[in-house]
């Protein structure tokens, strides 16, 4: 390493966000990266540690540690603090595709196994990553690359989400002719419709997007493949096809009063307020509005979070948001040590947005609904709770009655919608999400490949790319007869 000290010579710099009460006023990005000598100061941070967890993406303890897509962390953390950007971002693109989403969007696995937070803190490796790419946008290092030879070879995926994108630029790059299908009208998927422009503006987005078109992507949006485009078509037209249509059959919360009008699951709520916005900068009206309305979030994930920002932004009277699991710790637990990911106690950024509109962190923890309360007209007035211990159990006497006009379902998904995989004659398993042969991604249909949350379930989009990656390596295989 370019700096052996730095680690010890220099605090870490986390990520900086613009003030709670301006960023309020407006749906742009709510952080944004410190200067170039800050920057280098981090990247010396990094370790000659000799075994870098943060680029070995594992699952310990049913949680991510580690980098799923194998990022080069040390080189490029190295080569930054030296001031080598262009070939910082070499090394970075040889692994990510996508590193400006990562960037942004990823929980940072990598610094839950970054050896440096032993001693004091982990580097900021994310902070890095979009450093990184965000130069090599401006400076142009990031344009097409066009594949050398063309295969003859069409394949079809569905999905344009993070796994969409990923196995595309891959199969793209290795010269089959690859037709991307998006049944929104703007291609994303999650990117776009399911994460907050807060967390990645659209441009973003649109800018990989074109880069991709350019390198040869064919993208459709507005077709829905089973219903606005035939399955048998599918089939007859293409060599091979992949299936990244996420997990987004939401789950329910099957309680007293869920008929009741004012309950909308998280996706709904997030997906139609930012096509508004998109559209129209929310001139049109056509979303779900919070404005002037008690709102209470359900869930404790990134998706709660991000209704919550959306809600405050939308000016909500007030704000409570139910979180089954107790307040974590400050500190890593023995049960849970390093290198694990650290179970303990974050103020993430629509938090402290709620905290300065009401004054006290929104969250209610160890909490659970247990009933809706409606009006004489059908619309929910409240909800009733219970406090629970430490087994989740309801603790006697602890009954609440919170006012709510709207009420937000955050609280994860059960698996990709079954429509298609019905129509293909794909085979879910017992988690509901699409069955695929043992450390393989092809399904069970000869030629039907899946890839991302619709197969591995819920989970991060730094596993969405690193699956979109491999399930293309393997349908190359399958439509050239190339092994590994």
């Not at 010396?44 to 699952?59: E, H, I, K």
């Not at 060599?239 to 009063?257: E, M, N, Q, S, Y």
């Not at 179970?343 to 609904?369: C, N, V, W, Y």
């Not at 709770?385 to 937000?408: C, F, G, M, Y």
């Amino acid at each position: 390493m370019g700096k052996v000290t730095g680690f010890m010579e220099y605090k870490r710099s986390p990520l900086r966000y613009r003030n709670p009460a301006e960023r309020l006023k407006d749906w742009r990005e709510v952080a944004y990266l410190p200067n170039e000598e800050i920057l280098r100061e981090q990247a010396s941070r990094c370790m000659d540690c000799a075994v870098p967890f943060c680029q070995n993406g594992s699952t310990l303890s049913g949680m991510t540690t580690g980098c799923p897509v194998y990022n080069l962390i040390p080189e490029w953390n190295d080569l930054i603090y030296k001031g080598n950007w262009k070939e910082a971002y070499e090394r970075l693109k040889m692994t990510n595709p996508f590193p400006e989403f990562t960037g942004r969007a990823c929980p940072a696995p990598c610094e839950g196994g970054c050896v440096a937070s032993l001693y004091e803190s982990p580097v900021t490796i994310k902070n890095i990553e979009r450093a990184i790419i965000d130069r090599a946008f401006e400076e142009g290092w990031a344009h097409p690359s066009p594949p050398a030879y063309h295969t003859g070879k069409k394949v079809a995926v569905i999905g344009s989400g993070p796994a969409g994108l990923a196995c595309a630029a891959e199969l793209n790059q290795k010269g089959h002719d690859v037709t991307v299908y998006e049944r929104s009208d703007r291609i994303g998927g999650l990117l776009t419709y399911g994460i907050p422009k807060m967390k990645i503006e659209q441009h973003i987005v649109d800018r990989r997007v074109k880069l991709l078109a350019e390198e040869g992507v064919r993208f459709i949006t507005g077709v829905e493949v089973g219903k606005h485009d035939a399955i048998e078509h599918l089939r007859s037209e293409y060599d091979a096809v992949v299936l990244c249509i996420g997990a987004t059959l939401p789950r329910d919360l099957t309680i007293p009063g869920r008929g009741l009008q004012g309950i909308h699951f998280a996706m709904e709520y997030l997906h139609l307020n930012t096509k508004s916005l998109l559209d129209s900068n929310l001139d049109d009206g056509k979303y779900i509005s919070a404005k002037g309305l008690d709102v209470i979030v359900i869930g404790g994930g990134d998706t709660a979070t991000d209704c919550i920002s959306t809600a405050l932004r939308q000016d909500c009277k007030s704000l409570v948001q139910f979180d089954i699991y107790p307040q974590r710790p400050d500190q890593r637990r023995k049960g849970n040590p390093w290198p694990q990911y650290p179970i303990i106690h974050k103020l993430d950024f629509g938090q402290e947005e709620a905290m300065q509109r009401f004054g006290r962190d929104p969250r209610s923890f160890a909490t659970s609904a247990v009933e809706f309360l409606g009006d004489e007209t059908g619309r929910i007035v409240g909800v009733r709770s219970h406090s629970l211990n430490h087994h989740k159990e309801v603790i006697p006497d602890t009954e609440q009655v919170w006012p709510a006009q709207l009420v937000l379902l955050a609280i994860g998904f059960q698996g990709p919608e079954p429509q298609l995989p019905d129509k293909l004659n794909v085979q879910l398993n017992q988690r509901l999400t699409i069955s695929t042969n043992s450390r393989s991604y092809q399904t069970n249909v000869e030629g039907v490949f899946s890839a991302g949350d619709a197969r591995r379930g819920q989970s991060l989009i730094v596993w969405a790319i690193q699956e979109g990656k491999e399930a293309a390596e393997e349908c190359h295989q399958y439509i050239t007869g190339v092994s590994p």
